[in-house]
């Protein structure tokens, strides 16, 4: 992206530049600007004139600039004495032709005087992207990216090549320019090359070394080390969007829940949630989450492979239910059989809305994107002969599964070309979103040996973020086929889409 051009007013403004630096100097940033003010003469007219002023377009406009200023006579700033910063093209001289009507009736009424005034700009009127504009190489400073994933008081910076010579700089830019900030880390491998648990290998640039963090979102509580976990605030918004979905008193199973930014969003909307992560150290910070936000009545947290936990939820969900069933049938016998207390008034009570626990799970989200769909294949033969639980001998549908993968515009193309035999989409275009979709419904369908696509009925392919320049994130959702559901668990048919599209 090319840089704005910027008029001779807005670069008055702009820092000083200095490429060469590699020590951050926060001296070197400092500007003075000879400009024009109205002093004035009894600050209880100031309100008065700085609106009229602003109205008639002569009181500077400037980011992070206050137009009040105390007065630059020592004696008058010592008595209270302000004035008011005016824009650029206002000159002090005795030629009143850049003042405008407004400001030249009320230098005539002595309300004000005009007067030279010098704005002084330090370091700390800059901003991050600001001060690495004038310090970067010029020809880096156009695709320049001051983002960052934030977790709690940590910046995680994963910097392309090109900007490793100056990596001590930025962090220490964006550390200034933060005060929540107290750590700057920078990913120095891909997430999940040396553990299996999507944690990766990084570098301290700037600022304290721990990584205890802890991480509010909405009104939950998340305690952790960050280099042990994995965390990403910028799926927030897919976490609402998926819980908006899961209605109060349904049972939801968060098959790598992480330290459970989906498993308590949706249970302090009432859901029951079954959560599992087979990170050790995301199971306990889990347990703790689910105890600082009190929903220990909802969630029950597991440390399990995803191929085993998911049998074992719905084994336990099931048997949880029944229970809990025959246990309200015995109190309801029992409140039945109680004789009525003599000389005390019947009070009707206003019952509290409960929900029950269901036997089955009304939804599965599976978040491991870089291997989640191989895990399908344990949904293979999960209610098999269960299917007095579901439609058409009740009205519960079976459940719908929510799983996340990767699709890079290679992998997109080369399905769009596989399915219609020509080549279609490129690098060079952009995603091909059509091709990602069935690429990922290929994928689906070759795991659970049914044939997924995206016009089957129940099925949404939503894109979530872009993860590189040619890579996305996507959220498959689709109801579980019953030929899945309450088929042989060990049975793998021979679907065409297992040969490719």
Known sequence: M???????????????????????????????IPTTAARVADNKHLARLRTDLERSGTLLQAKRLRAVQPDPDHERRANGGRCLVLETRVK???DASTWGDVLSDFERSKILEVIPFTLELG??????????????????????TTG???????AHLNLRDVYLPYKSLIATVILDKNPAIKTVINKVAPVGANSAFRTFRYELLAGDPSLEVEAKVRHLVFRFDYSKVYWNTRLSGEHDRLAELFRPGEAVCDVMAGVGPFALRAATNGVFVWANDLNPDCHRSLLEAVRRNKVQDLVRVSNDDGHEFIPKAVDDLQRRASLAAETRARSKDHDKAAPERPGRRATKKKPAQTHH???????????????AIGFLGAFRGVYRGREPL?????????????????????????????LQGTTHGSASRGMDLDGAKREVCRRISEEISCTITPETAGTDIIPVRDVSASKEMYCASFRLPAQVAFGSASQRGDDPLRHGL
């Open 2 to 32: 090319a840089t704005k051009p910027t008029s001779p007013a807005e670069s008055l403004f702009r820092p000083p530049v200095n490429r060469s630096m590699r020590d951050l100097d926060r001296s070197f940033f400092s500007r003075k």
């Open 92 to 94: 002090h001289d005795e």
């Open 123 to 144: 370091y700390e009127y800059w901003t991050a992207h600001d001060i690495l504009s004038a310090i970067l190489p010029e020809e880096l400073v156009d695709e320049m």
């Open 148 to 154: 960052y994933n934030l977790a709690g008081h940590i």
């Open 357 to 371: 626990l269901p036997p089955t799970f009304s939804h599965f989200v599976m978040n491991l994107p870089a291997s």
């Open 390 to 418: 579901f439609e058409p001998h009740t009205a519960t549908a079976l459940p719908m599964i929510h799983v996340y993968c990767f699709v890079s515009q290679q992998e997109a193309a080369a399905t769009t070309t596989a």
